[in-house]
Every structure is written in structure tokens, then in C-alpha cells.
């Protein structure tokens, strides 16, 4: 622990940069530096409490203070701590990352609340896809889209600022596919019930089939694991999850950005997988096939017409990620079932194959829309860089 000398060093260092100010106003590198290291230790206990919590609600009843819970709440005290400093003094964001990161805020904080209500009125909301949780992760977008653009506007040219725009693009790609593991928990957990094997608790199969109507059987369990259309998977993966590594290819501006984000992600899951599933949690799928469309994406961006480009990347990626899904449940399915002793696994949630179309028309619109906006910033330079408001103090390029 700290000794109190030490807090005292820090509060002498931080009070003389507490005064009100307006976003964009000229930000010391050190004061910017703590900020946005801030940002990171919030994302990062957020994000495993979010994994957690997901696990925890295939196993138990519902707890407003499961420990996964109160994990995600340290990070959001330090978000909500984040948000007053940058709104009171101005340091470290400009008018547009600042206004983002307090709508995602608030939008976050009021859905707290209205999900609490939700559980209460409606009891047990398992699906990941309730428009309660939706708001949580709607706030959560532009909070980090925020954060993004704080760094992006103000950070030193450099390896350390390619790294930490990496590390925001990598959370901002979890929050994203937050809800797609509603999917990847279920297909293991309904392979189970298959195997005569169960992950949840009694109790909170009961709760499930009493709000179902339905005894404890098959369709129960389908309707509890599985509640949403198989398309939904594969079509959200694609036209909302791989925008997400276009637009991190294109902010980095390095080959290889997408794939290392995705990477990042694919490896924090595959890391947390034994913690959880060798300590009684239910085991899930692991998003794999997100690396290969990675890849996908920076191959793409060897393409130097953008409108090319985008019309071959959007049709590769989404044949690479069906692909890479139909090789995922062929391969993994084995190893989950050898590593929980059952047989007949999938490696990865249903795929509505002839969804395919429909994915890679929604990414062709998003990616040339991203292409668009890129396309408009670049003809413009003299004019951004005559408004581009003062984050950081100039200092020579790293």
C-alpha cells in the first residue's frame, strides 16, 4: 500500500491542475498521460467483471451484488471519477470526445438503474439482447468513443501512442461483441443438457422455467441458452464487431492494427477460459474466427482505392469469418467436448449460412461510409488543422 507521503505527493502534484476550464484547453503531457492511464485501469476492471458476469449468469440466480458486479462498479467509479475531471477542467479532450464521453456516461448510469427496474418487474433477464442491457452497452460506445478521440487528438506521435490506441480499440471491440457471448455460453451449455449434464444451478433453472411456463426439458433449455434467431450471431459479428477493426486499421494507420486488436481480445478470452471453466463456471466458445478476419481487414487495406477497397474487403471478410466459423465448430467442438469429458460439442454458436448476404451488405455500407468520412478529413487538412483545438502541448514528433 501507499504510504501517506506518497498520497501527498500526488495530491500536491494534481490539486494546482484542479481549475475550471473549457474542453481543448492546452493539457500538460504528465496530466494527460494519468488521465488517460486512468481510462485504461477502468476499461480494464470492467472488462473482467464483464467477463465474469456473463459466466455467473449461467450458473447462478441473479445478484444486484454478485462479485462480478461490484468488479464492474470499481470501474465505473472511476469512470464516473474520470468524467467530472475532464468536464470541470477541460484537460485532456476537446468539445466533441468530452460530450461523448458524458452522454456515455450518463446513458450508462441511467441504464443501471432501468435494468434494476427491469429484474425487478420482469425477474430474470438472461438474454444479452434485452433492451435494458442494450443501453449499457449503447453508453459504453460512446464513452470509449470518447476516450478514442481524447487520445487520438492528444497524444505524442510515437510507439506508445499506437499501443494505447490499440488497447482503447481492443476494449471498444469487447463491448461490442458483449452480447454475442450469450451465444457462446449457450451453445456449450446446451450441448451439455444433451450430455445428461448440466451447468446452472437448480435453482436458476427453475426460476427459467417457471417464467417460460415450461418444465425443466429440452425446449426449456433451447429457449434459456438460445434465445435469439441464428442469424443474429454471425450477421451482428460481421456488420457491427469487424467495423469496429476497419475503423481501428484506419485510425492506427499500421498494417497489422486489426489483426493485433482482434488478437488482443481472442487471447484475453482464451486466457480467462481455464480460470473459469476449471473453477465451476460454464465454459464458452472463444471468438477465433475474429483473428482470421483481422488479418481479412489489413490485407484489405492494400488496396489504395478506397472505394475498391471496401467493395473487396467487405466481401472477404464476410466469406473469411463464415469460413473461419464453419473450420471454428469443426475443430473446437472436439477439444471442449475431450476437455469437459462430452461428446457432440459445437466449436461455435449456430450459423445461419445463407445470413452471409446480408452481413456483407451491411459491412460494404459501413466500411465505404468509413471511407467516406476518412475521404473528407484528408481533403480538408488546412481547415482541420486551423480548428483542431490544443489537447497537448506541441512537442517534436517521437
Known amino acids: 500500500m501507499k504510504s501517506p507521503a506518497s498520497f501527498k505527493r500526488a495530491a500536491a502534484w494534481a490539486l494546482p491542475y484542479w481549475t475550471r476550464g473549457e474542453a481543448g484547453r492546452e493539457t500538460p503531457q504528465d496530466l494527460f498521460r494519468v488521465l488517460y492511464f486512468g481510462w485504461l485501469a477502468a476499461f480494464t476492471l470492467k472488462v473482467l467483471g464483464s467477463a465474469w458476469d456473463v459466466s455467473w449468469h449461467f450458473k447462478w440466480l441473479r445478484d444486484d451484488l454478485a462479485p462480478p458486479h461490484l468488479l464492474n462498479s470499481a470501474g465505473t467509479a472511476i469512470v ?134 415450461r418444465p425443466i426439458d429440452r425446449t426449456m433449455m433451447a429457449g434459456f441458452t438460445l434465445p435469439v434467431p441464428d442469424y443474429l450471431y454471425p450477421v451482428y459479428a460481421v456488420v457491427g464487431v469487424l467495423t469496429v477493426l476497419v475503423v481501428a486499421r484506419m485510425m492506427v494507420g499500421r498494417f497489422g492494427a486489426a489483426t493485433l486488436v482482434a488478437g488482443s481480445y481472442v487471447l484475453f478470452r482464451t486466457l480467462i477460459w481455464p480460470l473459469l471453466t476449471f473453477t465451476g463456471f460454464p465454459p464458452s466458445a472463444v471468438p477465433f474466427f475474429m483473428i482470421v478476419a483481422g488479418l481479412l481487414v489489413d490485407l484489405a487495406f492494400l488496396v489504395r482505392v478506397p472505394v475498391v477497397r471496401a467493395v473487396l474487403g467487405a466481401a472477404g471478410v464476410t466469406a473469411i469469418a463464415y469460413g473461419a466459423l464453419v473450420v471454428q465448430n469443426a475443430v473446437m467442438g472436439p477439444v471442449y467436448g475431450a476437455i469437459k469429458g462430452q461428446e457432440g460439442l459445437a466449436g461455435a454458436p449456430p450459423l445461419a449460412t445463407p445470413s452471409a448476404v446480408w452481413a456483407g451488405l451491411g459491412l460494404l455500407v459501413a466500411w465505404l461510409a468509413i471511407e467516406w468520412m476518412a475521404g473528407r478529413r484528408r481533403q480538408r487538412p488546412v481547415e482541420a488543422a486551423l480548428t483542431r483545438p490544443v489537447i497537448a502541448p506541441a512537442a517534436p514528433l517521437a
Open 80 to 213: 464516473v471519477a474520470l468524467t467530472v475531471i475532464h468536464g470541470y477542467t477541460g484537460y485532456g479532450v476537446d468539445k466533441i470526445a468530452l460530450r461523448l464521453i458524458q452522454w456515455g456516461t450518463g446513458t450508462f448510469l441511467v441504464a443501471v438503474p432501468l435494468d434494476l427496474i427491469n429484474h425487478r418487474v420482469n425477474g430474470l433477464d438472461i438474454t444479452s439482447w434485452s433492451p435494458s442491457h442494450i443501453l449499457l452497452y449503447v453508453g459504453t460506445f460512446f464513452m470509449i468513443a470518447g476516450v478514442i478521440r481524447g487520445w487520438y487528438l492528444g497524444a505524442r506521435q510515437g510507439r506508445e501512442r499506437v499501443v494505447v490506441l490499440g488497447a482503447f480499440f481492443a476494449f471498444f471491440l469487447e463491448n461490442m461483441h458483449f452480447p454475442e457471448q450469450h451465444q457462446e455460453y449457450g451453445i456449450l451449455s446446451l450441448g451439455a443438457w444433451d450430455n445428461g449434464a448440466t451447468y446452472a444451478e437448480p435453482i436458476l433453472l427453475e426460476f427459467a422455467a417457471d417464467q417460460m411456463g
